[in-house]
């Protein structure tokens, strides 16, 4: 069974810092990745996608992610943060199941927490 | 485009009552909706998989007779949390596969937060 990793359960960091929050999945024939942002009380926002094509991923908010197959990696990294991204991080794992559809599977979650 | 929403955002009830919350697709239509719970500070877990008009997949450990999950269109799925108790206490989220789109995306509803007293 699919399985995700999120290393760091919270990530200070300081205004306009660069950060990185890191993720490992477990390894599959295909793999189709996700972060999602959540602030408080509210539902999840997507941030970005992997499905195929180029491993750069570029999404909203100025976020980006790399899409690693040898180290079955897909680390979330922005070069400046703002207070307002302060918020939880999910990544995210779809998988096929044996019914034929499909299951999605969280990781534990990062607090990002941007300082002034 | 692709809004989930849902209905109520917060709800207050008490132990031994029934509390439905709404989950519908505004712009699109989802043959597929899932409903999470999530504990604070906790990643989402998923409780159940439900096809419009047919019964739903739930996760091992889910009581399917306490929650009560019915998909009767492509745009609407409701959970019915019956005879709830204050361990019921969660923020529960539904999300919904757009049958227009890649099987693998899902669109996030903004969740409601259940209260037990």
């Known amino acids: 069974a699919q399985s995700v990793t999120q290393l760091d359960s919270q990530v200070p960091v300081f205004e306009e810092a660069p950060v990185e929050l890191r993720c490992n999945y477990s390894s599959s024939v295909s793999v189709y990745l996700f972060w999602y942002v959540q602030y408080p009380n509210q539902g999840l926002q997507l941030l970005l996608k992997y499905l195929s094509g180029s491993t750069l991923v570029k999404g909203i908010n100025g976020f980006e992610a790399e899409f690693n197959k040898s180290q079955t990696s897909f680390h979330l990294r922005k070069p400046s943060v703002h207070i307002s991204d302060t918020a939880e991080y999910f990544c995210a794992v779809s998988d096929r199941v044996n019914t034929g559809g499909f299951k999605t599977i969280f990781g534990a979650g990062t607090r990002l927490f941007v300082k002034a | 485009g692709a809004v989930v929403s849902q209905h109520p955002s917060w709800v207050i009830c008490k132990s031994g009552t029934s509390v439905k919350i709404e989950c519908r697709s505004l712009d699109f239509q989802a043959t597929t909706m899932f409903w999470y719970r999530q504990f604070p500070k906790q990643s989402l877990m998923l409780m159940a998989t439900?096809?419009?008009?047919?019964?739903?997949?739930?996760e091992q450990g889910v009581e399917k007779d306490k929650f009560l999950i019915n998909h009767a269109s492509l745009t609407l799925s409701t959970l019915t949390v019956t005879s709830a108790h204050p361990e019921d206490s969660s923020f529960y989220i539904c999300?919904?596969?757009?049958?227009?789109?890649?099987?693998?995306?899902?669109?996030f509803g903004p969740g409601t937060r259940l209260t037990v007293t």
């Open positions: 439900s096809n419009e008009g047919s019964k739903a997949t739930y």
């Open positions: 999300s919904a596969r757009d049958r227009g789109s890649s099987p693998y995306e899902q669109y």
